[in-house]
């Protein structure tokens, strides 16, 4: 990969993570609710799944599931049904106390692993940086050197800042008003990425 085509990616990537979408919100949540340690597992997670994904696109697998409209149709419901469930049951329990450090660690990563996982629209991103990036005549792990390292890195950066965001909007919610609203944003936002996923058209792989 040259340095002008790594440039190209490297800004291609940070648009990506740094949109928010699910997994932001979840990290701000996160950081708004629990000890930054623990919150930070979050991060853990979606690094998880950023590195499972990638690898999985070197091998083709994000293609041949955007090329199959059942599975792509059937994994789009379950991650808008998902979404919508969680802003559904966070706008009911914006009211409570938010908890400080109940829930535990293996159910924070596994949690943020499953918003991370379950939006098909991981595979369109990931498809699309796998198709307009990657050189055919270049063997793909030599590749794989350069663009995993640079994906994890931008995606580490971006999720520690939305978990940091939270954690400072958690110590400015003094007012349990303004805290309640707070937590039902991200709600709303949920239930939001819930309906704008159900209705997501399959990615085209480039022909």
């Known amino acids: 990969m040259s340095f002008e085509a790594w440039t190209i990616f490297a800004l291609f990537w940070v648009v990506f993570v740094t949109t928010p979408g699910p997994n932001a919100v979840n990290c701000i949540s996160n950081g708004m609710s629990l ?17 499972a994904f ?4 070197a091998l083709g697998v994000t293609a041949l599931i955007a090329a199959s409209p059942t599975g792509f149709f059937i994994a789009k419901l379950v991650g808008a049904g998902f979404l919508i469930w969680l802003g559904v049951r966070g706008w009911k329990a914006a009211a409570n106390p938010a908890p400080i450090s109940e829930r535990p660690a293996r159910h924070v990563y596994l949690h943020a692993l499953a918003v991370a996982t379950i939006n098909p629209k991981s595979v369109a991103g990931y498809l699309a940086a796998f198709s307009q990036f990657v050189q055919p005549d270049v063997p793909i792990w030599e590749q794989m050197l350069v663009i995993m390292p640079t994906a994890l890195i931008i995606t580490t950066l971006s999720y520690i800042g939305f978990t940091l965001l939270g954690a400072l909007m958690g110590r400015a919610a003094l007012g349990a008003v303004f805290n309640i609203w707070v937590r039902r944003v991200m709600a709303t936002c949920f239930i939001i990425y819930g309906v704008l996923l159900g209705t997501t058209s399959a990615p085209a792989a480039r022909g």
């Open 35 to 51: 000890p930054f340690a623990k919150a930070m597992l979050g991060v853990l997670a979606i690094l998880t799944q950023a590195s």
């Open 54 to 57: 990638l690898v999985l696109s």
